[in-house]
């Protein structure tokens, strides 16, 4: 489900993009207070925040989303869980 003329766009309400396949691919150690993404039908990615499900959704593009996880495995954001 998307937007009343299909438009799937950055920062729009997640709850517009349906309930149905979302996942926690990632999750955190803070009791539930996850990021979940879902694959969507043009092949990008919409993250949004479990304790939001509602809130916005970050889309990005099957590009983006290799670029931000071959840097994690790189080690390039490990300074973002520094404390």
Same mark, same amino acid.
């Given at each position: 489900? +998307? !937007? /009343?003329?299909? @438009?799937v766009y950055n920062g729009m309400? $997640? @709850?517009?993009?349906?309930?149905?396949g979302w996942e926690r691919p990632? @999750?955190?150690?803070?009791?539930?207070?996850?990021?979940? /993404?879902?694959?969507?039908?043009?092949?990008?990615? $919409?993250?949004?925040? @479990?304790?939001?499900?509602?809130?916005? =959704?970050?889309?990005? +593009?099957? %590009? %983006? !989303?290799? $670029?931000?996880? $071959?840097?994690?495995?790189?080690?390039? =954001?490990?300074?973002?869980?520094?404390?």
């Amino acid at each position: 489900m +998307t !937007i /009343a003329d299909g @438009s799937v766009y950055n920062g729009m309400p $997640a @709850s517009e993009l349906g309930e149905l396949g979302w996942e926690r691919p990632w @999750s955190g150690p803070n009791g539930g207070q996850c990021v979940e /993404a879902k694959q969507l039908a043009d092949g990008r990615v $919409a993250l949004r925040q @479990s304790a939001d499900p509602a809130g916005p =959704a970050l889309i990005y +593009t099957p %590009e %983006e !989303i290799a $670029a931000f996880i $071959a840097g994690v495995k790189q080690g390039l =954001a490990d300074h973002l869980t520094a404390c």
